[in-house]
């Protein structure tokens, strides 16, 4: 297994400390594991401690997530991307492989669009083209997140019974309970600001633009996302291909973590990275 280290980075210029794991060789193709909604570093566990020396993953907590500072207000997609940009920064990459995980490929898509100078390449795992469409979401929001109030706590049995409806199979109980303390982590006002800047958003139009070469991973199993969005994505980005990962649902990294680290690691040994 892959020594996992959990370090700090400073973004400076007012913007929130994050902290954020690293593994895999010193030496290894730079990627950067973003995470999604209500998530934390925590939710790459799974392919952290099984990163190869041929990769060195960086996966950093958003801002209001986990253990990272939480301001009062910065959580449009628009601003984790300003975030994930500084980030690179603060720990010294010029340009990376980018892997978005859920709702995570928002932002990271966001930067590869605008930012192409510091994305080598786009990775999407079980990330949605437009979420306001999606009934699912739009229940939980209806009925769950937006009558939130700041000093509401957030259901853990909310929380335990839609982590464990992402994945197609059972992932082992004891990384979901740390799972669903990390999501308990982020206040009430973040889980609503972020949902309501993730349904707020365009975010087809956050598909335009990207001109590095991009991956679509997506498993048949997912309860969210049907193939037809997965098609939307493909259709917008001109350099993409999609890999179809069978019976496996929303969360990928939980479930196949090492055919995600596989194919990860193959689609950044094809892309141009700084030597």
């Known amino acids: 297994m892959a020594a996992v280290a959990v370090r700090s980075a400073d973004l400076g210029d007012g913007r929130p400390t994050l902290p954020y794991a690293e593994a895999g060789g010193p030496e290894g193709a730079p990627v950067v594991l973003v995470h999604g909604y209500a998530d934390s570093w925590w939710t790459f566990e799974p392919m952290l401690r099984r990163m190869p020396s041929a990769l060195h993953a960086y996966a950093p907590t958003q801002r209001g997530h986990g253990d990272a500072d939480k301001p009062e207000d910065g959580y449009a997609p628009e601003d984790f991307a300003d975030d994930l ?3 690179l920064d603060a720990v010294g990459l010029e340009r990376a ?7 995570g490929g928002v932002q990271a898509r966001i930067v590869a669009g605008r930012r192409p100078d510091r994305v080598a390449g786009l990775v999407l795992l079980g990330t949605p083209a437009e979420l306001a469409d999606k009934p699912e979401v739009r229940e939980v929001w209806e009925t769950r ?4 109030e700041d000093g509401d706590p957030v259901d853990r049995a909310f929380v335990e019974e839609f982590a464990r409806g992402l994945t197609a199979a059972p992932v082992g109980r004891g990384f979901l309970e740390t799972v669903v303390d990390e999501n308990l982590k982020a206040p009430p006002r973040v889980w ?4 309501r800047g993730l349904l707020e958003t365009d975010l087809r139009a956050t598909l335009t633009g990207i001109l590095v ?8 199993q997912d309860p969210l ?8 994505i493909l259709d917008t980005i001109p350099d993409s291909r999609l890999e ?23 689609f950044a040994a094809g ?3 700084p030597g």
């Open 244 to 266: 179809v990962y069978e019976g496996v649902g929303h969360t990928l990294y939980w479930e196949a973590p090492d055919r995600v680290l596989r194919d990860v690691a193959a």
């Open 85 to 87: 940009v500084a980030f």
């Open 213 to 220: 070469p991009t991956l679509v991973v997506w498993g048949d």
């Open 192 to 195: 609503r600001e972020t949902l």
């Open 271 to 273: 892309v141009t990275l």
């Open 145 to 148: 997140v937006r009558p939130l």
């Open 97 to 103: 492989v980018l892997v978005g995980g859920s709702s």
């Open 225 to 232: 996302l049907t193939r037809t969005d997965q098609q939307t």
